[in-house]
């Protein structure tokens, strides 16, 4: 115990170690931050997770392909559309089923409305953790509009459940293509006072200009994905380099930034909504008729072997590998998610900065906590 | 010369900027038509849910007091959480016939995950989701319902 | 390089490699000993440039434990797949690659964490959802009476 | 004594219009004054109006404070497409008031290793600043608890005694971020309070006096913001900007920072202390604004443009509480509107703003208002 009291030398013995979370106001969840201090300046930043920890994975190989969709809602429930079509487009994979068009738009266009209301809260929740507290209040009330259109196709709002295995659940609902248009005649009027109020801001140029940098090279290394990734030039679009439902059929252009601060990853999202509306614009119009759901056996085996599946959710890149035995239930499960390999991350870009920079980082990686910890 | 231009061109596009925000929240402060607040207690009686909303697990029954549940359990397997459980009983039918009935459908409200599969693989249509969402008590108990009404019967010309 | 190409390229360089073309990918199966050094060389090499590890999944195949990596090369587009496996259940070793890719430091952790699959070298090794305690729950031989409740 | 000293300023209106008179409180305080003289005598009168006076500005305290809650919440509300409190009362105007009773009836947490007295003493200083800031504001024509001839420096000095409370508060809590508050708290009050100084300098050399009853007569033909050009416009800005970094509001809020240090050096507190806290921010704003309402916008003093003598009649039908009152509002409401507007600064461009612009602008400023005071420009 003494030889360890020893060895701390004098800058350690400076350092003023501050525990952010379990429960902080800017931590979104319960994430831990053991951040080591030099004055203001932030020397050092472990996140400790787990607190949420649910073992999905392990959860996984006891129950069925259909069962599994349920859990993955709750991984990163922001992109929850996003993370069923993922087990579902791997178990098609397996399958080999030739999914209509019909639902191939279907998925999409969830994923994008998906992509949007998560773009939205993330751009509230960043807003309050710069302190500007009337962004959460209009990013929350534009989001709502969303959450009322999947409500009444899906049933749900924030956890849909909407996919299940060779399609969707239901059909959609007479009204979606009226109210997706609206939404998007509304939100293409609302999206540039987002700039107005903080974009432009002097002050949000002044917080978020040059800090949390990262460079093309440490991003391809450490796996930053998603907008994140994009920011610093990290071309690493799933829906562009590996077209999964419809988007091989749309045209949309790749978000790509080199600057790779907390301003650039903010733009960037920004940009995506304006991407995933064009994405929408594209093929609200053109719903082919067909099934909404492909017949599948009632019990679902996959054939014994592996099978790897990458989606592009609202923070990364997410990928499903299942390990099949032949049985009902998968051999293994695994989760590549976003969060936690962006999390990863946090530790690098933020020393040297100030405690305030660290939260502006965080928010701009967009952290969902269930995801880290599944 | 040029440095004390840029310093004061630095003030004026950082002031205005900062006005045009106060523009926006300025704009809505003497808008009040465009507050989105709902009175939520007060507005319950014309609060209506969409019509597939999954507000929980129910069993239409219709004015008979029947029900289309013949008791076969696969809601059960599906159930991802465990939270539907079905106990049976053996009837004997008009005709002299012994056959497996549904006794009790229970269903555990603070385990459902609302993933629509027992609805959804229910193979005479016997389940469906209701509108109700004030699900809050004050005894855990009490969340755990038995959905097929007392003295309930299948309905007629369901298998 | 499309997947027979790279398998051909992966073969010649190293005869005693296990390549098999999966259904997604080239499936390479290495001996822990020579993980660490084909992983370098599948980054370094200018023909394949895997500069991307997407994700390392423990699995527990039964009587042995391995990792299965998947790389890709953000100037190729190609993806590889990587799988190693140890028989020793008491105390699994392998190479760390987390001087490699800086992005393996969380997924061998995740991985230590889950399997119990300790990695040699690397920087901080750390349980990191679960507390020190606990034992390694996505092995299949693990049991927990109170947590996990089967019908 | 004090009432008397009043009274003996604003004498010279006696053979004003019956409205003036009716307006005057300096009349009913010096009956009020020679009637407690001539059955208390000497010291007891003194000890008497005392107390009233001290009655009356706890009450106005808590009612202000009050009233302000409620603001804020309803104006933060309006501009965030909210309705704010709506539940209590007609429109939610007895919701500070529940709130307020909760706050007297929630447990007060002792914390361990705290500084026992310094965490007990915090609150009290805050609020203590506030109420000695209160006792030299003229409310009216004559409402004015003590008129110093250096009533400005008085201000200055009182108001910035309420950051010994946040350090205090911050030190003894034994909780790292609120130390980390107290000290953004310390650093950043002790900035901007130079800024505070010069641009009420700025006016104080066109009033040619710190008196605040000198200074709101002499704007008896105009307020100082239009008389002074665009100096007093500038200062007016400036003083807008350092007064919402003083009261530790709006984008200067750092030493709460909620995202960053939950809730900065009142972290530990709760109950009656805490309200202590959150009444003195209140407070403190309003402070700040009746002193901008006074010394830019002229305080009690109806709306005049010089030669204008039919208009002039109309405004002085409006009572000066009135307009005082309306003034300060509006120089709140405008505070409010920084806060729900814009995100916050990170420390050190709090200090770059203040010793990179405001500093160097404000210099200027006061040079120029001289240059024209001296020249005799201003209206």
Redesign the interface.
Known sequence: MEEQVKNITADEQQEYVINMGPQHPSTHGVLRLVVSLKGETVKSVQPHIGYIHRGIEKMCESITYPQIIHLTDRMDYLSAHINNEAVCLTVEKALQVEIPDRIKVIRTLMSELTRIQSHQLWWASFGMDLGGLTCFFYGLRDREKILDIFEETCGGRMLVSYNCPGGVMYDLHPNFQQKVKDFIKYFRKILPEYDQLLTGNVIFHERSKGIGKLSLEDAISYGVTGPSGRASGFSCDVRKHEPYSAYDKVQFKEILFTEGDTYFRYVARIQEMWESMNIIEQLIDNIPEGPYAVKMKPVIKLPEGEYYQRVETARGELGVYIISDGNKNPYRVKFRSPNFVNLSVLNHISKGFKIADLVAIGGSLDLVIPDIDR | MRSIINYLKE?F???K??L???????S??FR?S????Q?YPNNRKDLV??D???GEVIMPHNEKNEHKCTGCGICEI?C?N?SIEIISKTITTEDGKKKKAIDKHIYHLGMC?????CV??CPSNALA?GQKFEHAVFNRALLTKTLNKPGSQLMKGVE | MDKIELGEFIKSTDQDLEIKEGIQFVEVTVPPSKLHSLAKKLRETEQTQFDFLVCISGVDYGPDLGTVYHLRSTKFDHMVVLKTRTSDRQNPLLDSVADIWNTADFLEREVYDLLGIKFANHPDLRRLFLDNSWGFPLRKDYVDDINIVTK | MLLNMIAANSSGLLSAPWWKVLYDFSSLTKSIDEGLYKALGHFWTVVTEMMIIGVLILLFYAVIGLFLVYAERKVCAFMQNRLGPNRLGPFGIFQTIADLIKLLFVEMIPIKNADGFLFNLAPFIVIIAGFMALAAIPFANGLHAIDMNIGVLYVIAVSSMGVIGVLLAGWSSNNKYSLIGAIRSGAQIISYELSVGLALITIVIMAGSMQLSVIVEAQRDGWFIFKGHIPAFIAFVIFLIASTAETNRGPFDLAEAESELTAGYHTEYSGIKFAFFFLAEYMNMFIVASIAATVFLGGWMPFHVGPWDGFNHVMDFIPPFVWYIGKTFFVIFIMMWFKWTFPRLRIDQLLTLEWKYLLPINLVNVLIMAFIVLMGWHF
């Open positions: 003030i596009f950082g002031v900027s900062l045009v925000g106060m523009k926006v929240t300025g809505y402060f009040p465009t507050i989105v607040t009175k849910m969409f597939r909303f999954k599906n991802p465990g995950t609302f993933c629509a599969l959804k693989t989701f």
